[in-house]
């Protein structure tokens, strides 16, 4: 079960492809911004930036897609709970808490 829940380390595709755009996409807009005399601090800034946002998105969309949203059933009720990186046994659980209205009570 411990297998279930730990993370491979290699990047998945979806991390990859997300990993080569913010890259590009950093070193198109570090060569722009070097032809507008923009200092190198301020290009290394933007460059890193654009880098760890386009990573971060990769990483949630990659999140979301292995990821499940259970919703409760209880009309009007808003409880949602997502879960991922979770063994059957804790989904299941969690499936139930999140579908029976009365084990959560309304939402605030
Ligand atoms: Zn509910």
């Known amino acids: 079960m411990a297998s279930q829940l ?3 380390l290699k ?3 979806i991390e990859a492809v997300s990993g ?3 890259s590009l996409w950093a070193a198109f807009i ?3 911004l070097a ?3 923009v200092s190198v601090l301020g290009i290394f800034s933007v460059v890193l930036a654009l880098l ?3 990573l971060m998105i990769g990483s949630r969309v990659q999140d979301a897609s292995r990821s499940e949203l259970i919703k409760c059933l209880e009309p009007g009720c808003n409880t949602q709970i997502r879960v991922w990186h979770t063994s059957n046994a804790d989904v299941t659980r969690l499936r139930e808490l999140a ?3 009365s084990k959560h009570g309304p939402a605030t």
């Open 30 to 32: 570090g060569f722009e």
């Open 20 to 22: 080569v755009i913010a």
């Open 11 to 13: 990047p998945t595709a």
């Open 99 to 101: 579908q029976d209205h």
């Open 6 to 8: 730990t993370r491979s």
């Open 35 to 37: 032809d507008h005399d």
């Open 52 to 54: 760890a946002t386009g």
